[in-house]
């Protein structure tokens, strides 16, 4: 088991890891403020996205979708299930705004106004 701790609200969850999961602890010894950044900010939206496209491409109402759990529970999956249909529906590549928009069927003004965060809107791809 591993422990899921949410901070929206703050909450804690067992989560059942599958059999064969392993991890890797690594420290690069750099140290980030994430206060002075929008590194964090990123790595949530680029979540968001995730869910919202996941959801998209199954059929689900994917302005609603904030979060993986979300769509995962809305389809019934397992975990590794959830894997499989990520492998599917997204590449690894990152995505552009532009791709993001053709995906979800919006322009990128609503992108930039309706998902994305102040602090996210100029960072990496989306």
């Known amino acids: 088991m591993a ?14 890891l599958p059999s064969r999961a392993v991890f890797v602890i690594a ?3 750099v140290e980030m403020n994430k206060a002075a950044t929008s590194h964090f900010n ?9 869910a919202k496209l996941l959801a998209k ?15 995962q ?6 975990l590794e ?3 499989l249909i ?8 990152p995505y552009s705004p532009e791709e993001v928009c053709r995906c979800l069927g919006i322009s990128l003004w609503e992108l930039r106004t309706q998902i994305l965060s102040p602090n996210t809107q100029d ?3 989306a």
């Open 3 to 16: 422990k899921l701790i949410e901070f929206s609200p703050l909450r804690a969850t067992d989560v059942k």
């Open 27 to 29: 420290n690069s010894c």
């Open 42 to 50: 990123i790595r949530v939206m680029e979540c968001r996205l995730a």
């Open 57 to 71: 491409h199954k059929g689900l109402p994917w302005e609603a979708a904030l979060r993986l759990e979300e769509v």
């Open 73 to 78: 529970a809305r389809l019934g999956v397992s």
């Open 81 to 83: 299930e959830m894997l």
């Open 86 to 93: 990520t492998e599917d529906a997204l590449h690894p590549e």
């Open 123 to 125: 960072g990496p791809e």
